[in-house]
């Protein structure tokens, strides 16, 4: 494993797996449209492949790489995907085969000038290169306070600095490949306050609380969200908006 690997989500592998959010279908059907052709993506810090069985969709043959075997383990499968364990700065995958190198929800853990090196040695000539990352959700107004009152409180000292990343945009992240506009894309998903809750619960500020002080934030935290969610069966419409940096590699 590299060393610069800061591993937030082995620990809950399976959790992450079952409770974040899926991509929309637009990501992918754009993603697609930007690549000069349609033959291999690779989808780095794949986690447990959220995007990476969208785009086999797509393209021939999509492969995805993370850091955490134990995310490669509960990937989801498709025939035209093959997963690998590696790092982000050092693939271990062929020069020049890819026409789609996607990074998402993961770009703000890597080593950016490693991984953009790494990035242009195995990316074909013109190929997209892509970082996208969901902001926090939103829900309603006296929802979405009770999330943001336990995220910028209880959970203040517990995100690790990487997150600023996720706040920005991803603005800031070194990135030297020529610009390709982004449309507004969102994930909406119909979810109830328990589905909510088991989203939150994977959020790597919520683990590294959880293991300093015990399950009584989170538990008081729930408690106050099913106060203000109603019937704790209603479905409610979660959103996050897409941030989105896209380039081109030279050639």
Known sequence: MDASFKDHFSGHARAYATHRPVYPPALADWLAAIAPARHAAWDCG????????????????VTGTDASQ????????????EYRTAPAENSRLPAASFDLIVAAQAAHWFDMPRFNAEAQRV????????????ELQHIAPIIDAVILAFYGGALEDYWPPE?????????????PFAPIPAPQIEIALDWTCEELLAYVDTWSATRRLEKAR???????????????????????????????????APG
């Open 46 to 61: 794949c986690g447990s492949g959220q995007l990476t069985v969208l785009l086999a969709e797509y393209f021939e043959q």
């Open 70 to 81: 134990e995310q490669v383990n509960n990937a989801m499968p498709h025939p035209r995907v």
């Open 123 to 134: 990316a074909r000539p013109g190929a997209a290169v892509v970082l996208v990352a969901y």
């Open 163 to 175: 997150r600023r990343h996720i706040e920005n945009g991803y603005a800031t992240l070194e990135f």
């Open 214 to 248: 015990g399950r009584r934030d989170f538990e008081q935290f729930a408690g106050a969200l099913r106060g203000v969610w109603g019937d704790p069966a209603v479905l409610r419409t979660v959103r996050w908006p897409l941030a989105i940096r896209a380039g081109r």
